[in-house]
């Protein structure tokens, strides 16, 4: 329709009434175009303020773009009940849980593997004594991610903030030492288990070569550098024969990948340490156990197949020969892992370059009296009240050793390490939790209790 659009409205009020539907029309139609034109710039408005207050699209570089994209990709994998990573949520609860809350003296401590065994209960006794202490950690399913799930929840109650995601995720490493300036890191976080290593080779190398050098290469960075300590194992010293194992023996025969990812680790922080001055300790755990253990270890799956009536394999060496391992409880470990912190010294690097020598270490954590597997196994008889279904099988070519035995005499020296729990009382320890964990809702023993049963030793 062609029609002029008045100059005024006034023009109107002379006209003949069959123009009046005509004017009606005009003045609908003058009224809409207000209304339209009206609510076209209200909009733009709003999406123009929503555009601004966006961070991932707030830039067009190629950067911003880049972190856009793995922020939407973390959110996908970040459990609905916590923030994602880079929301001010989450870095407040990043900051909080970093918070040091025992002065003058203490530190603060980035945990990866917070989720795990030896990480938990390490996390937890940093934040009983005051600490400020961040845990990290990926949720994989080596073994059931509830137990993980439910070790997180303990810490979460502590005031323990772990933060879902991958050592090997640099930008995410970055964040966190961009929040908090960690004096120490505790890496923990590990593709572990000796046997497994035939089954998935790729998992050791992602996680044990690849994700330490993730570790290191955040940590060289950051400014200041945190002192780092870190997990490597008893599995080093492979098929060396001088007995008890020291930590001035070789250990250059490797039995198994997983001992070899462990060995290329201690290589590794050899590297950072004299490039980058970055201060490291290399602790070689000897086969760890407690409540809250993993599921993938001996003690655990004997105890919960002596339960359920099935045949466990006890492994024997050549000529019969007994195995034996320096079982170390959860307790001693800690200790000795915190004892470690303690005495770290500083890193001597700055903005990623050297200033100095820095201090680099290496301990056996381990109790220094070995049982055998047939012991450990009738002492599982004795705390469970069952007895169990034997087979003694030739140890398969998997990886394992016939014996280790620690030598901690360097860390009583330089730690004041004391383990003092032997086995007969830790796996009392380890078998009350498994059954109040594990709960026996009709006579089996196999149906898991739920979320956050049982307690925490440490
Ligand atoms: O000390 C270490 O460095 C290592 O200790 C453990 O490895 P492992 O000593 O093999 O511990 P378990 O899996 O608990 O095995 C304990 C003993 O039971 C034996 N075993 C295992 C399985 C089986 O079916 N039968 C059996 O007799 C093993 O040969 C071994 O002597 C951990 O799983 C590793 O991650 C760790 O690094």
Same mark, same amino acid.
Request: with cysteine; proline share 5%.
């Given at each position: 329709?062609?029609?002029?659009?008045?100059?005024?409205?006034?023009k109107f009020k002379?006209e003949?009434?069959?123009?009046?539907y005509?004017?009606l029309l005009?003045?609908?139609h003058?009224s809409?175009?207000?209304k339209?034109?009206?609510?076209?710039?209200?909009?733009a408005i709003?999406?123009?303020?929503?555009?601004l207050a #966006?961070?991932?699209?707030s &830039? =067009?570089s $190629? +950067?911003?773009?880049?972190?856009s994209s793995i922020?939407?990709? %973390? #959110?996908?994998?970040?459990s &609905? =009940?916590? $923030? +994602?990573?880079?929301?001010?949520?989450?870095?407040k609860r990043v %900051?909080?849980s970093?918070?040091i809350r025992?002065r003058p003296?203490?530190?603060?401590v980035?945990?990866?593997?917070?989720?795990?065994?030896?990480?938990?209960?390490?996390?937890?006794?940093?934040?009983r004594?005051?600490?400020?202490?961040v845990g990290?950690?990926?949720?994989?399913?080596?073994?059931d991610p509830?137990l993980?799930?439910?070790?997180?929840?303990l810490?979460?109650?502590?005031?323990?903030?772990?933060?879902?995601?991958?050592?090997?995720?640099g930008?995410?490493?970055?964040?966190?030492?961009d929040l908090v300036a960690f004096?120490?890191?505790?890496?923990?976080a590990?593709?572990?288990?000796?046997?497994?290593a035939m089954k998935?080779?790729g998992?050791y190398?992602?996680?044990?070569?690849a994700?330490?050098?993730s570790?290191?290469?955040?940590?060289?960075s950051?400014?200041p550098?945190?002192?780092?300590?870190?997990?490597?194992?008893s599995?080093v010293?492979?098929l060396?024969?001088e007995?008890?194992f020291?930590?001035?023996?070789?250990t250059?025969s490797p039995?198994?990948l997983?001992?070899?990812?462990k060995?290329?680790?201690?290589e590794?922080a050899h590297v950072?340490?004299h490039?980058?001055?970055?201060?490291?300790?290399?602790?070689?755990?000897?086969?760890?156990?407690?409540?809250?253990?993993?599921?993938d270890?001996a003690?655990f799956?004997?105890t919960r197949?002596?339960?359920?009536?099935?045949t466990?394999?006890?492994f024997?060496?050549?000529?019969?020969?007994?195995?034996?391992?320096?079982?170390?409880?959860?307790?001693d470990i800690v200790?000795?892992?915190?004892a470690s912190?303690?005495?770290?010294?500083k890193?001597?690097?700055?903005g990623?370059?050297k200033?100095?020598?820095?201090q680099l270490?290496?301990f056996?954590?381990?109790n220094t009296?070995?049982v055998?597997?047939?012991?450990?196994v009738?002492?599982?008889e004795?705390?469970?009240k069952?007895k169990?279904?034997?087979k003694?099988v030739?140890?398969?070519r998997?990886g394992?050793?016939?014996?280790t035995?620690?030598?901690?005499s360097?860390a009583?020296?330089?730690?004041?390490?004391h383990p003092?729990?032997?086995l007969?009382?830790g796996?009392?320890r380890?078998?009350k939790?498994?059954l109040?964990?594990?709960?026996?809702p009709?006579?089996?023993y196999?149906?898991?209790k739920?979320r956050g049963?049982?307690s925490?030793?440490s």
């Open positions: 329709m062609d029609v002029d659009i008045p100059s005024s409205p006034g002379s003949k009434p069959h123009h009046h005509l004017r005009l003045r609908w003058y809409s175009l207000h339209f034109l009206c609510w076209t710039i209200v909009a709003v999406l123009f303020v929503l555009f #966006s961070p991932n699209l &830039s =067009s $190629p +950067a911003s773009l880049h972190s922020t939407e990709r %973390r #959110s996908l994998r970040t &609905s =009940s916590s $923030p +994602a990573w880079g929301d001010p949520a989450w870095e %900051r909080d970093a918070r025992r003296f203490g530190i603060s980035l945990v990866t593997g917070a989720a795990g065994f030896i990480g938990s209960h390490a996390t937890n006794a940093l934040k004594r005051g600490d400020g202490v990290l950690d990926n949720f994989n399913d080596y073994y509830s993980k799930r439910a070790r997180q929840a810490l979460s109650h502590s005031g323990v903030f772990v933060v879902e995601g991958d050592i090997n995720d930008p995410l490493l970055r964040k966190l030492f004096t120490h890191v505790l890496h923990l590990a593709q572990a288990g000796v046997r497994y998935n080779p998992s190398i992602h996680s044990n070569v994700g330490l050098v570790v290191l290469e955040a940590a060289r950051a400014n550098q945190p002192a780092i300590v870190w997990a490597s194992s599995s010293y492979g060396n024969t007995v008890p020291s930590e001035s023996h070789r250059d039995a198994s997983y001992a070899a990812t060995k290329a680790g201690e590794i950072y340490n490039i980058y001055g970055l201060s490291i300790t290399s602790l070689r755990f000897f086969t760890v156990y407690g409540p809250w253990g993993r599921p270890m003690c799956f004997f197949d002596i339960l359920a009536g099935k466990i394999s006890i024997q060496g050549p000529d019969d020969a007994t195995v034996a391992r320096d079982f170390t409880y959860i307790d200790q000795g892992s915190l912190l303690d005495t770290a010294q890193s001597t690097g700055s990623g370059t200033q100095g020598p820095a270490r290496v056996n954590l381990g009296s070995p055998s597997v047939v012991e450990l009738s002492i599982l004795r705390h469970l069952v169990a279904k034997r003694f030739k140890m398969p998997n394992d050793v016939l014996f035995h620690a030598n901690v360097l009583k020296k330089e730690l004041g390490y003092n729990t032997n007969q009382t796996l009392k380890f078998v939790w498994y109040e964990y594990y709960a026996p009709s006579g089996s196999l149906t898991k739920g049963g049982g925490s030793s």
